[in-house]
Nanobody, 128 residues
Framework: QVQLVESGGGLVQAGDSLRLSCAASGRTFSTYTMGWFRQAPGKEREFVATITRSGMTTYADSVKGRFTISRDNAKNTVYLQANNLEPEDTAVYYC??????????????????????WGQGTQVTVSS
């Protein structure tokens, strides 16, 4: 079992930055692909960014150039640095772990159905 706990959300103004953190339990964190997803009211949960165990990153087009995903395997933690936030970024942000990441394509890494473990989410609200 893997437990994920997100933190770092909040209420900010457009143009501000936030750094989200996700702390994971377990000794095999370094082998997982980790992802950030988000869900706005009335919308489906959508892919934001992923990072493989080797550090390969993938981003949704809507956040590319503004968000950066990173991981610290020594701390069992994955981060999402979100810069130049926009009102459209308002959502609950979820951290997720894919415990079987081998041979996933880029599209598969962005598919939330491939992630078995999820955190409870952290709210990000961006005012205009």
């Amino acid at each position: 079992q893997v437990q994920l706990v997100e933190s770092g959300g909040g209420l900010v103004q457009a143009g501000d930055s936030l750094r989200l953190s996700c702390a994971a339990s377990g000794r095999t964190f370094s082998t997982y692909t980790m992802g950030w997803f988000r869900q706005a009211p009335g919308k489906e949960r959508e892919f934001v960014a992923t990072i493989t165990r080797s550090g390969m990153t993938t981003y949704a087009d809507s956040v590319k150039g503004r968000f950066t995903i990173s991981r610290d395997n020594a701390k069992n933690t994955v981060y999402l640095q979100a810069n130049n936030l926009e009102p459209e970024d308002t959502a609950v942000y979820y951290c997720a772990a894919d415990a079987f990441p081998d041979y996933r394509s880029r599209d598969e890494r962005g598919d939330r159905h491939n992630y078995a473990y999820w955190g409870q989410g952290t709210q990000v609200t961006v005012s205009s």
